[in-house]
C-alpha cells in the first residue's frame, strides 16, 4: 500500500475483509477452456427470469434515455399491496446490498456495536464495518442462529442486531417461537433487521417472519431481493419494509436514482409473476428430494435446508473439492469462507444440472481420498 493511501484514507477501510463473490462462468471458460459450465455458486435462479419480467423490459427498452422514476412510486404501490403495508413504509434499493449499506450509513455512529452469526452472509459486518462500528459475531448453534447468545451479547454500545432467516449459508430457519422470546427480550431501542432474502423458498410453517412486529410498531428491517426466486440478479434491486421514519431516515441517505428504470419495470412484473414463483418453488423442492436422495447415498452429511441452496459436508479439504468440480465444468461455493473448512455451499439447479453435479461429485470424491 503506498504511503498516500494509508495516511490519508480512513483507517476503517483496512478493516475490511474482501468479498468473495461466485466465480462467473466467463471467467471459468477463459481460465479452463472449458464451454460448458455450470454455476451453482451463488443461489441464482436455474429457471432464469420471470417471462413477464423479460417482456416489460423488451417494451421498456425503448424509454432508457429517461431518468428512473426517483421515488419507485409504482413498484412501491405494488409492493404495498402486495404486503399490505403503506407505500411509506418501503424503500427500494440497488439489491439488499445497497440497503444494508444504506441502514449502516444512517445509524451507525463509530464505536457502535452490531451483533450477526459469526457465519452468516458477510455484508452484515463489512457495512457497519465502514462506518467504524465493531461486530460482535455469535457462532452458530447446530447450523441455526443462538438468539439466546444474540441477547446476552447485548450492551449499551449495541446498535444493529442482524438477523438471516433463513441463514446463508446454513439454509436453517429460526422459528416464529424463538423469535416471539427474542423480540419480546430484546431492548426497544436496538434496531433489529430481518434478512428474508431466500423467504420465498420456506416451506416449513414454523418459519417466522419479522413482518408481524412492524405492524406491531416495533423498529425492525425486513429485507428483501428480487435476485432470489424473482431471478433479477444481475439488474440489482431489492427493498425494505420498515417504520415510517426508517424509511423517511433512509431516503435522505440514499441517491435520488439508486434503482435503475429497467430494474423497476423488471421487478414489477415479475412481482406479479405468480406462475413462474410457483414454477421455481416446485422445481427447488424437487431438486431438494432429489439432492438428499443422492448425497445420503453418497454418504455424506448435509444440512437440512429451507432454501434453494444445500450445505453440505464434503469430509475433505473444500478448495480442493472445489477445484476438481471446476475442472469438470461445475461452480460451486467453497465453506472455509464462512468457517467450515470440509463444507461446500451448493445451489439447487435444474434437474439435469442436479444429476451433472452429483456425477461430477461421485467423481471428485474417488480423486480425493478422505
Ligand atoms: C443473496 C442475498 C441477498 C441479496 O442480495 P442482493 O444485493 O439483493 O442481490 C441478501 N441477503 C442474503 C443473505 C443473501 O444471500
Not at 462462468?25 to 472449458?34: A, C, D, F, P, S
Not at 423498529?219 to 424473482?230: A, D, M, P, Q
Request: aromatic share 10%; net charge negative; glycine share 6%.
Amino acid at each position: 500500500m503506498d504511503d498516500f493511501v494509508q495516511s490519508k484514507a480512513r483507517k476503517d477501510i483496512f478493516r475490511l475483509k474482501a468479498y468473495v463473490p461466485g466465480k462467473p462462468i466467463e471467467e471459468v471458460k477463459r481460465e479452463l477452456g472449458l464451454d460448458s459450465i455450470i454455476k451453482l455458486a451463488s443461489n441464482e435462479n436455474p429457471l432464469g427470469t420471470s417471462p413477464l419480467a423479460l417482456a416489460a423490459l423488451q417494451e421498456g427498452l425503448n424509454k432508457i434515455h429517461l431518468y428512473p422514476d426517483a421515488n419507485a412510486y409504482e413498484l412501491k404501490q405494488e409492493l404495498a399491496s402486495f404486503w399490505q403495508v403503506p407505500a411509506e413504509q418501503i424503500v427500494v434499493g440497488n439489491g439488499s446490498d445497497e440497503l444494508l449499506l444504506l441502514l449502516a450509513q444512517t445509524f451507525i455512529n463509530p464505536g457502535d456495536e452490531v451483533i450477526h452469526a459469526e457465519q452468516t452472509f458477510s455484508e452484515y459486518e463489512s457495512t457497519s464495518t465502514l462506518m467504524g462500528a465493531h461486530s460482535i459475531t455469535i457462532p452458530l448453534k447446530e447450523y441455526k442462529y443462538d438468539l439466546k447468545a444474540i441477547l446476552e451479547a447485548i450492551n449499551t454500545r449495541t446498535k444493529i442486531i442482524y438477523l438471516c432467516n433463513p441463514n446463508n449459508p446454513t439454509g436453517t430457519i429460526v422459528e416464529q417461537e424463538e423469535i416471539e422470546l427474542f423480540m419480546q427480550q430484546v431492548p426497544g431501542e436496538i434496531l433489529v433487521v430481518f434478512d428474508e432474502a431466500y423467504g420465498e423458498y420456506v416451506d416449513n410453517p414454523a418459519f417466522g417472519s419479522g413482518l408481524q412486529y412492524l405492524r406491531e410498531g416495533r423498529n425492525i428491517v425486513l429485507l428483501k431481493t428480487f435476485s432470489k426466486i424473482y431471478g433479477l440478479a444481475g439488474l440489482r434491486i431489492g427493498y425494505v419494509i420498515t417504520t415510517p421514519a426508517i424509511a423517511a431516515a433512509l431516503d435522505r441517505v440514499r441517491e435520488p436514482f439508486n434503482v435503475n428504470f429497467a430494474a423497476q419495470i423488471a421487478a414489477q412484473a415479475a412481482l406479479r409473476d405468480i406462475d413462474f414463483v410457483e414454477k421455481s418453488r416446485q422445481l427447488n423442492l424437487q431438486g431438494k428430494d432429489y439432492l438428499y436422495q443422492e448425497l445420503a447415498r453418497l454418504g455424506l452429511d448435509y444440512v437440512k435446508t429451507n432454501t434453494n441452496f444445500i450445505f453440505l459436508d464434503t469430509g475433505r479439504d473444500c478448495q480442493l473439492v472445489f477445484r476438481e468440480l471446476l475442472q469438470r465444468g461445475v461452480i460451486i461455493r467453497t465453506g472455509d469462507i464462512f468457517g467450515y473448512p470440509t463444507f461446500i455451499r451448493l445451489t439447487i439447479g435444474t434437474m439435469e444440472e442436479n444429476r451433472r453435479f452429483i456425477k461430477s461429485l461421485q467423481e471428485v470424491l474417488e480423486v480425493i481420498p478422505l
